[in-house]
């Protein structure tokens, strides 16, 4: 499994983006994938995950703006982020993790894609 974080950009507030998460190597239909985020002197934190039964996890401040969903055909994992905000400004970064939870702990995660940049600024 290898990770490829792409899509970040810079967004007024109120805009949308899409990221996505591409994998080269081994299938990751059979890992759940989730989206982290950081900023500068904080932890990663976790954003929203598609877990590997399919079903979708998003944290409490982005549910309803964001969605974590899943293309096993191209076995890419994507996040739509609509309606941004300035506080969602931080690092993106994919994750996989064997298994059907959208675990908070980092160290669960066996894979990690590079992070890309989300800047929401007017």
């Known amino acids: 499994v290898q990770l490829q974080a792409s899509g970040g950009g810079l967004v007024q507030p109120g805009g949308s983006l899409r990221l996505s998460c591409t994998n080269s190597?081994?299938?990751?239909?059979?890992?759940?994938v989730s989206w982290f985020r950081q900023t500068p002197g904080k932890e990663r934190e976790l954003v929203a995950a598609?877990?590997?039964?399919?079903?979708?996890y998003h944290t409490d401040s982005v549910r309803g703006r964001f969605t974590c969903s899943r293309d096993r055909a191209k076995d890419t994992v994507y996040l739509q982020m609509n309606n941004l905000n300035i506080g969602d400004t931080a690092v993106y970064f994919c994750?996989?993790?064997?298994?059907?939870?959208?675990?908070?702990?980092?160290?669960?995660?066996?894979?990690w894609g590079q992070g890309t940049l989300v800047t929401v600024s007017s």
């Open positions: 994750a996989a993790r064997p298994g059907n939870r959208a675990a908070e702990n980092v160290s669960e995660y066996d894979y």
């Open positions: 190597g081994d299938s990751i239909n059979r890992y759940t």
């Open positions: 598609n877990r590997q039964s399919g079903s979708a």
